[in-house]
């Protein structure tokens, strides 16, 4: 894992599965993290959990845009410059031709508001944010069902979608600027919530899947480097 001492490293959606493995091997590699959800007591929990060196946490709605000024505020007052942004939200729900039209509707109009809406107006902060500093990068934890055919995604697939074109877009936008962002589809990713949804891959088979390590280290290698990848795939052995 790549040294981040002096790093500062924003990460919305930081309790979540990836999140969660994620803050703590960047914790590890010395970087400064600021731990961003909406449930104070877990983030209290996990900044226990990872440890309490170098680490804020700041309880907050990523779809609210007021709210994320404010962690991009904070975080400068607390650290002096930020390296880079961390965009993890959301979870799966299944959406298949199982559900009426109705439900179908109701669910892309649910995942919308908690993976499509976050995503963007973090990333439009983010931006903002980065190119008064004058550099930064933009992480998305996107999935592989946002660019192809994976059952049970009439809706996930949908709003990852939506908000890894919202990504790409916006690093082309940004380019010549000294800002980057990087659009990060994981296939299936061995966290306790995946292994709980999906009980019949063994122990074995979760070995094959991805792991938040992995994630991790491809992270650290790009914060402050060059030729950042528009997108950036993560393979596994299992398929579902």
Not at 34 to 52: D, P, W
Not at 135 to 156: C, E, P, Q, T, W
């Amino acid at each position: 894992m790549q040294n981040l001492e002096g790093k500062t490293v924003i990460f919305f959606g930081a309790t979540g599965g990836i999140g969660e493995a994620v803050c703590r091997e960047f914790q590890k590699a010395g970087a400064n993290l600021v731990l961003v959800a909406r449930n104070q007591e877990k983030l209290s929990k996990l900044k226990t959990a990872i440890g309490e060196e170098r680490v804020e946490i700041i309880s907050a709605d990523a779809s609210d845009l007021v709210g994320v000024e404010k962690v991009f505020k904070e975080s400068l007052e607390r650290f002096g410059e930020v390296d880079a942004v961390i965009i993890s939200v959301g979870t799966w729900k299944q959406t298949s031709l199982n559900n009426s039209a109705a439900e179908i509707v109701d669910m892309n109009d649910q995942l919308d508001a908690s993976i499509a809406r976050p995503v963007i107006v973090v990333g439009s902060v983010a931006q903002e944010f980065f190119r008064q500093q004058g550099r930064g990068v933009i992480f998305h934890m996107s999935s592989h069902a946002a660019d192809k055919y994976l059952s049970g995604n009439l809706a996930y697939a949908s709003a990852k979608a939506k908000a890894s074109r919202f990504i790409l877009n916006l690093g082309e936008e940004l380019k010549g600027t000294g800002v980057s962002t990087c659009d990060l589809r994981p296939a299936l990713v061995d966290t306790p919530v995946n292994r709980k949804e999906q009980p019949q891959i063994t122990s074995q088979q979760w070995a094959g899947a991805v792991q938040p390590t992995e994630i991790a280290r491809f992270i650290a290698e790009q914060i402050g480097g060059q030729n950042i990848p528009a997108i950036h795939f993560f393979e596994s052995d299992v398929v579902i």
